[in-house]
C-alpha cells in the first residue's frame, strides 16, 4: 500500500512564524502535491514537483514555499505564516501513467495537517 | 486551465435512497477523471477514476461514474446508500499537467 505520511496531524503557530510542513512518500513517485482544503472551497492547489529540485506553482502560491531535496520528500514552508492561512494541508503522491505527464495516475493523499495561525 | 464544478454541495437522503452527483469539467484536451471520497475523520481515497475505454466505469463500494463526452460531465451514482456512505465526495479532472478539484458535495444518510 502507498503510504504517505505528514509531520503532523495539528499546528498551533503565532502569526508571523516560519512554518515547515513535511511530507514523506514511501512508493519512489514521480510527482508530489501540496493542496489546503477549506470547506466549501474544496482543494486547491499551492505547489507541485515532477522531480527532485523541480517545482511549480499551483493556483494560490502566494505566501508558500516548497522544497523537494529528495524524491520521497516534499516539503511546504510558510515563510512568515498569517491568521488566513488557518487550514487542512493535504499533501499527495502519484505517479505518471506512461511516463508521460499529460496522463497521471491516482493521487495519494497523507492524512492532512491541521493549522492553526493565531 | 481546466476547471471542475459541482452541484448541490449538501444532500441529504436516507438509507436506501439512490444518489447522484453531478460533476462538469471545462476542459477539451485529454482529460483523465477521478471521483475520491473523505469519510470523516479519514483521509481522501479514490473511488473510482476514467482515463478511457467504457465510459461506464464502476468503483468500490457500489459506486459508479458515467463519463459523457458530449455534455463535459462525470456523474457519480449509488443506486441505495448506506449510512456509512456519509462523506464529503470530491470529482477532480487532471488536465494541462495538473489536478483539478471540484468545491465537493457532503453527503449525509440518515438511518
Known amino acids: 500500500d502507498v503510504k504517505v505520511t505528514q509531520s503532523s496531524r495539528y499546528l498551533v503557530k503565532r502569526t508571523g512564524e516560519k512554518v515547515f510542513l513535511e511530507c514523506v512518500q514511501d512508493?519512489?513517485?514521480?510527482?508530489m502535491f501540496w493542496y489546503r482544503q477549506d470547506p466549501g472551497l474544496g482543494l486547491r492547489l499551492i505547489y507541485f514537483?515532477?522531480?527532485?529540485?523541480?517545482?511549480e506553482k499551483g493556483d494560490i502560491p502566494e505566501g508558500y514555499s516548497v522544497s523537494r531535496e529528495k524524491k520521497e520528500r516534499f516539503s511546504l514552508i510558510l515563510e512568515s505564516a498569517s491568521t488566513n492561512q488557518t487550514s487542512m494541508y493535504l499533501c499527495?503522491?502519484?505517479?505518471?501513467?506512461?511516463?508521460?505527464?499529460?496522463?497521471?495516475?491516482?493521487?495519494?493523499f497523507g492524512p492532512g495537517t491541521r493549522l492553526t495561525v493565531l | 486551465a481546466q476547471s471542475v464544478s459541482q452541484h448541490n454541495h449538501h444532500v441529504i437522503l436516507s438509507e436506501a435512497a439512490s444518489l447522484e452527483l453531478g460533476c462538469n469539467y471545462s476542459?477539451?484536451?485529454?482529460?483523465?477523471l477521478f471521483w475520491y471520497v473523505q469519510y470523516p475523520g479519514q483521509h481522501l481515497q479514490l473511488l473510482l477514476k476514467?482515463?478511457?475505454?467504457?465510459?461506464l466505469v464502476k468503483g468500490i463500494k457500489g459506486f459508479e461514474a458515467e463519463f459523457i463526452k458530449s455534455k463535459f460531465s462525470f456523474n457519480l451514482r449509488k443506486p441505495s446508500v448506506q449510512w456509512s456512505d456519509t462523506a464529503e465526495y470530491f470529482c477532480?479532472?487532471?488536465?494541462?499537467?495538473?489536478?483539478?478539484f471540484g468545491k465537493g458535495n457532503q453527503v449525509v444518510v440518515i438511518p
Open positions: 476542459y477539451g484536451g485529454t482529460v483523465n
Open positions: 499527495a503522491s502519484s505517479t505518471f501513467l506512461r511516463g508521460r505527464p499529460e496522463h497521471t495516475d491516482t493521487q495519494y
Open positions: 477532480a479532472g487532471y488536465g494541462n499537467n495538473r489536478l483539478a
Open positions: 514537483s515532477y522531480d527532485v529540485k523541480m517545482k
Open positions: 476514467y482515463f478511457s475505454g467504457d465510459p
Open positions: 512508493m519512489d513517485h514521480e510527482n
